[in-house]
């Protein structure tokens, strides 16, 4: 996946938000929450997102994913694919949009109906 098609697939889902920021990431957010960062791997690509638990302890050891510089380390459930094989891009594809869903849920109520997410 180019950084141009993670925007794209990001900007398609509900209620999102874009900033370039940290040093040039793509930064994507629902309800002024991060929920996917293009970026933050040297000369690479790399993309960070937000997963349960479960899928936290299946991904973070798999070959080119990892957990997520900076957010893995403070406790929050963040994976980075950061190199090959890492996941395929419909894969990458749903574990974004679960990101999406984890922290739209994690919105009050109130922002959730006002973003159309109830």
């Known amino acids: 996946m180019t950084y141009d098609e993670f ?3 990001c900007e398609s889902l509900s209620a999102t938000t874009y900033v370039m920021q940290w040093g040039g990431s793509h930064v994507w957010k629902v309800g002024g929450k991060v929920f996917a960062i293009g970026g933050w791997a ?4 790399a993309y960070t997102f937000k ?3 479960i899928a936290y302890e299946m991904l973070k050891d ?3 994913l990892r957990p997520a510089p900076y957010l893995a ?3 929050m459930k963040w994976i980075q694919h ?4 890492g996941l395929s891009d419909a894969d990458l594809k749903d574990y974004l949009r679960q ?3 984890i ?3 994690g919105l009050t109520k109130k922002k959730q109906k006002e973003l159309g997410l109830a």
């Not at 040297?42 to 690509?45: A, I, K, L, S, T």
């Open 7 to 9: 925007n794209a697939f």
């Open 42 to 45: 040297d000369d690479r690509e």
């Open 51 to 53: 997963v349960s638990e």
């Open 62 to 64: 798999l070959p080119g």
């Open 73 to 75: 380390s403070r406790g």
């Open 82 to 85: 950061y190199s090959e094989p």
């Open 99 to 101: 990101s999406h869903r």
């Open 103 to 105: 922290v739209s849920r």
